[in-house]
């Protein structure tokens, strides 16, 4: 009968083990009692980048990259993205369940009343250069925060923690904007309560002198859609980040300020931004041809927000922001120039053998660096724009990862390739050091 069990025999000692296997895993521990002799540590897995580790076990994400699925907590994402406010997703993420209408109230009405930040975090943004990137300055600022809440370090204490989740969800959007603002040098504007998440999010970037701020809903409406696509994908660079920083029991402002850095990589939070640098680069429809040709032929770069390490089908976030451009473009009531070249570049790809046997499909950054573009939302801000959503994603990720029993702090071992034992040298003894030689890293990944 079948065993829901692995066994594993070492050809070195010709000895056999049986392992149990759950949920298609094997525990990693489990391999430690295979050993050659009694001064042996016992085998390890060598995974560098997790590519094929669990690192934990959740329920918030769920994805089926063959099948083109992403959920949370159980729901569609596009679903989500049709029915839900950004807000509401939060409120998922976090909860597990989707809000009753009083359960949002409330929620909404908490984060709108912490959107405020103190008035010296105002001061801190303003001591950066006139050119800070606004990336560097949302990874401090936020970081900052743990020094006005003292208390976040209690991080077992359920009220506490919950306290600083609502306000890292709702101060992100000020420390966004605030940072874009100080780039722009354009003078900071607060928060207004009247305003649901986006529309004040947008407000504080775009308000110059109009005595009531009023944007179209329907962009409004895109904003929030953005975020929801956006929120969360379960074990990706900076969430691997937030919970690793937030295993030490650090406080989540410092976790956050890591998981956003991590973001802030060209390989993760910063493929948007490429997409929107090569349509401007390829410029117009007819060097559409010549552009492929050069891709293909692999000395051309990669068609930038195409292909994923897990879709493998389609990227089921890229099917809701195609739509969500058609909409934006026809309100704003001009097109980009560039989408005309995304269109074309889509049209190619999607039915030639390269892209095609390649598995490679427009992703979620494809389209959504044209809407940042036609928002009036300068390139540098896009991975700011990804921060603000996964804000709620990172807090739900650190929080389940603080009350799973299985978790403790973060530390990987290493397989050790340096010297044995050296007798230390004198400086008068040492000659110069070899210059290491630089590695080439072949790293592309993002999420
Ligand atoms: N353009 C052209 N060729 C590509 C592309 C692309 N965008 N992506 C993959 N390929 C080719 C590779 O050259 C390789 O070809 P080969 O088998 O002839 O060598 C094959 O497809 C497989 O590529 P891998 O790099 O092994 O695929 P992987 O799954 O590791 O990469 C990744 C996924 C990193 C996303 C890749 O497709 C890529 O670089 N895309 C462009 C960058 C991008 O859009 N990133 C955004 C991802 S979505 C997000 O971050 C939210």
């Known amino acids: 009968m079948a065993k829901d069990t692995l066994t594993i025999t070492d050809n070195r000692t010709g000895k056999t083990y049986e392992v149990p296997i759950s949920e298609g895993t094997i525990r990693a521990l489990d391999l430690r009692q295979i050993t050659v002799d009694k001064d042996d540590f016992g085998l390890m897995t060598y995974d560098p980048a997790f590519m094929n580790t669990a690192s934990c076990r959740s329920s918030i994400t769920y994805i089926d990259g063959d099948k083109g699925i992403l959920r949370y907590r159980g729901y569609p994402v596009d679903q989500l993205a049709e029915n839900a406010s950004y807000l509401e997703v939060a409120y998922l993420l976090i909860n597990g369940e989707l809000p009753t209408e009083a359960e949002l109230d409330k929620f909404t009405d908490d984060v709108t009343h912490h959107t405020f930040v103190h008035e010296n975090v105002r001061t801190f943004i303003d001591g950066f250069r006139y050119d800070a990137h606004p990336m560097g300055m949302l990874c401090a600022s936020v970081s900052a925060l743990s020094t006005f809440y003292p208390e976040a370090k209690h991080v077992m204490d359920r009220d506490i923690r919950r306290a600083q989740m609502v306000r890292l969800i709702a101060k992100m959007p000020t420390l966004a904007a605030w940072s874009y603002r100080h780039a722009m040098g354009m003078p900071f504007v607060y928060p207004s309560n009247e305003l649901s998440y986006s529309a004040n999010f947008l407000q504080m970037v775009k308000r110059i002198a109009e005595p009531k701020f009023e944007v179209h809903p329907e962009i409004v409406k895109a904003l929030d859609v953005l975020f929801i696509l956006h929120a969360d994908h379960e074990q990706n660079c900076s969430t691997n980040v937030m919970r690793s920083v937030g295993s030490s029991r650090a406080d989540p402002y410092v976790a956050v300020a890591g998981a956003a850095a991590a973001l802030y990589g060209p390989l993760h939070g910063g493929a948007n931004e490429a997409v929107l640098r090569m349509l401007r680069e390829i410029g117009s429809l007819a060097n559409v041809p010549a552009f492929i040709k050069e891709v ?79 928002l009036a939302i300068p390139v540098d801000m896009f991975p700011v724009m990804f921060a603000i959503p996964r804000t709620s994603g990172w807090l739900a990720q650190w929080e389940e990862m603080l009350l799973d029993k299985d978790q403790k702090i973060a530390r990987p071992r290493q397989i050790y390739t340096g010297y044995d034992e050296r007798k230390f040298v004198q400086m008068k003894d040492r000659t110069a050091a070899v210059a290491t030689p630089e590695l080439k890293s072949n790293a592309r990944e993002t999420d």
């Not at 097109?335 to 979620?364: C, G, Q, W």
Request: glycine fraction near 8%.
């Open 296 to 374: 293909k032929s692999g000395v051309g770069g990669r068609l930038m927000g195409f292909g994923h390490r897990v879709y493998k089908n389609y990227d089921p976030r890229a099917q809701v922001i195609k739509r969500l451009a058609d909409k934006v473009f026809d309100l704003i009531g001009k097109k980009s120039p560039l989408l005309a070249v995304a269109l074309e570049l889509e049209k190619i790809a999607l039915s030639d053998d390269y892209f095609v046997s390649r598995k490679l499909y427009p992703n979620v950054d494809f389209y959504s660096g044209l809407i940042y573009e036609a």
